[in-house]
């Protein structure tokens, strides 16, 4: 059994860990707190705004904004791909970036296994855990824009939409993709890969036609002047919303993390006392026995 001394040293380093997780937990559940609303509120408006757009989208060729939906390669295997993953800048927050990673990485080796080895994919980082990573692997990254996460705001998003807006319709690259964590509750994140342009066009089945039919919509002032107005900044929007999205998932996750890790941190701390307490007794019972000894001897 360890000595006194040892055990209450391991006892105070766990306090003083329990201390710092505790303390993590709380400024994540503020934090999540106050973006939860920000993105519970936001969704409807963003979701809504994308179906018109997705319902729109068969305008978009005819309108000045048609550029934002059609991919400029015939050979998908020529497209010139801009791949940008979405995480945190700090760690302790669970599998939250480790599951970005990876879909990262799998992306890279089965969806755009093709483009890459030919040298047209470039890898954009949102998050210095990602980026540490994946240069530590050796791959080649065009940048980062892991500031975004430091201060989230629209208006700070939205130059990084207007720039990932021109690279596309300058036909810099033909497909930008997101991967992130999408927010359902503070202990679930789903893992999303998602197309930001060109623009998807929603796919309405049979039946959905046969019973709905197709949606109509009354222009006004006109259509033209709607979509030049609507297609940026649903764009933009579409931005912020995963952005946003992955900061209210990562302190979700850190908050649970934090969470389990106090947990742990207290029931070790009972095992612990009962182990300094053990050796306490145990101490206190030689000293006695010793005592008696000697008093027997004299």
């Given at each position: 059994m360890a000595n006194l001394k040892e055990v209450r040293t391991h006892i105070n380093s766990i306090n003083s860990t329990m201390q710092i997780t505790a303390a993590m937990k709380m400024v994540s559940a503020s934090k999540l707190r106050k973006s939860q609303s920000t993105i519970v509120a936001l969704r409807p408006y963003a979701s809504k705004l994308q179906e018109i757009m997705q319902h729109l989208s068969s305008s978009l060729q005819t309108s000045?904004?048609?550029?934002?939906?059609?991919?400029?390669?015939?050979?998908?295997?020529?497209?010139?791909?801009?791949?940008?993953?979405?995480?945190?800048?700090?760690?302790?927050?669970?599998?939250?970036?480790?599951?970005?990673?990876?879909?990262?990485?799998?992306?890279?080796?089965?969806?755009?296994?093709?483009q890459y080895e030919k040298g047209n994919v470039d890898i954009l980082c949102i998050s210095?855990?990602?980026?540490?990573?994946?240069?530590?692997?050796?791959?080649?990254?065009?940048?980062?824009?892991?500031?975004?996460?430091?201060?989230?705001?629209?208006?700070?998003?939205?130059?990084?939409?207007?720039?990932?807006?021109?690279?596309?319709?300058?036909?810099?690259?033909?497909r930008i993709v997101f991967i992130y964590n999408q927010f359902k509750n503070a202990g679930t994140?789903?893992?999303?890969?998602?197309?930001?342009?060109?623009?998807?066009?929603?796919?309405?089945?049979?039946?959905?036609?046969?019973?709905?039919?197709?949606?109509?919509?009354?222009?006004?002032?006109?259509?033209?002047?709607?979509?030049n107005s609507l297609i940026p900044n649903s764009l933009k929007l579409q931005i912020y919303k995963i952005l946003l999205d992955s900061f209210t998932s990562e302190?979700?996750?850190?908050?649970?993390?934090?969470?389990?890790?106090?947990?742990?941190?207290?029931?070790l701390l009972k095992d612990l006392n009962l182990s300094y307490n053990k050796a306490r007794q145990n101490s206190i019972t030689n000293e006695l026995i010793d005592i008696v000894s000697g008093a027997n001897a004299l």
């Open positions: 000045s904004e048609g550029v934002y939906s059609k991919i400029h390669k015939e050979n998908p295997e020529d497209e010139k791909i801009l791949l940008i993953p979405v995480a945190s800048n700090k760690g302790l927050c669970g599998v939250f970036n480790v599951n970005v990673l990876r879909e990262t990485l799998r992306a890279l080796d089965e969806d755009f296994k093709i210095k855990k990602i980026e540490e990573t994946l240069t530590f692997k050796k791959y080649k990254l065009a940048g980062n824009e892991n500031d975004l996460l430091d201060n989230l705001s629209y208006e700070n998003s939205l130059s990084f939409a207007e720039r990932l807006m021109k690279d596309f319709a300058d036909e810099k690259y033909d994140q789903i893992l999303t890969k998602e197309q930001f342009l060109p623009i998807v066009g929603e796919e309405q089945t049979e039946e959905k036609k046969n019973t709905a039919g197709e949606i109509e919509y009354i222009f006004q002032p006109s259509k033209e002047e709607i979509l302190h979700g996750a850190r908050m649970v993390a934090m969470t389990q890790a106090t947990d742990n941190a207290s029931e």
